[in-house]
């Protein structure tokens, strides 16, 4: 029977896919939570334990909400992530979240609803890829700049940047003075 044979290769092939995504979930460095279609938390990998410190154990059954969002959670964060999850809607956001410790840190957040072959809502995956040191390292190149620009201005100190992406020198306000030229006069390559 050739339809029976067909049925058997689609399971075998179904089988590989999910061993293949299994494998992926449970390796991956990024946070995954999946819950069921209300938003009940059903599974999370070892990596969500580790950015959390939340178990699996004391995860399932919960909201992730109920987990890892406290006083410091953006509202308009948490108010997207909302209005997506009504809606079935994938969604993408920053969201500062708190661990088992109370210890903020700082995730970019992706959530796909699942639907089955007859188009029912069944699930939601949560992808979370821990931005805390990025953030932080950002936070502190812009405090060195703003340092930086304060001390060049307060010891009149001319500075400029080139750009070789688009052959462009920027000049900050005290090398226009040094050179008496209106800083609505680009600087060019000569």
Known sequence: SLELGKQMSEVIRSQHELRKLSLIATKTRNGVIIT??????????????????????ESVGKKPKELVQGPATEPEAAEKLKDALYHKKEVQTVITNYSKTGETYKVQLEIIPVFDELGNHTNFIALQKDITEETLARQEILRMNTRFELIAKHSRIG???????????????IMYDIYGVSNRDEPSIV
């Open 159 to 173: 500075t400029w940047e080139y750009s070789p992406q688009d052959n462009s020198i920027r000049w900050n306000d």
């Open 36 to 57: 069921n279609s209300k938003g009940i938390i059903e599974w999370v990998n070892d990596a969500f334990t580790g950015i959390s410190g939340y178990s699996l154990e």
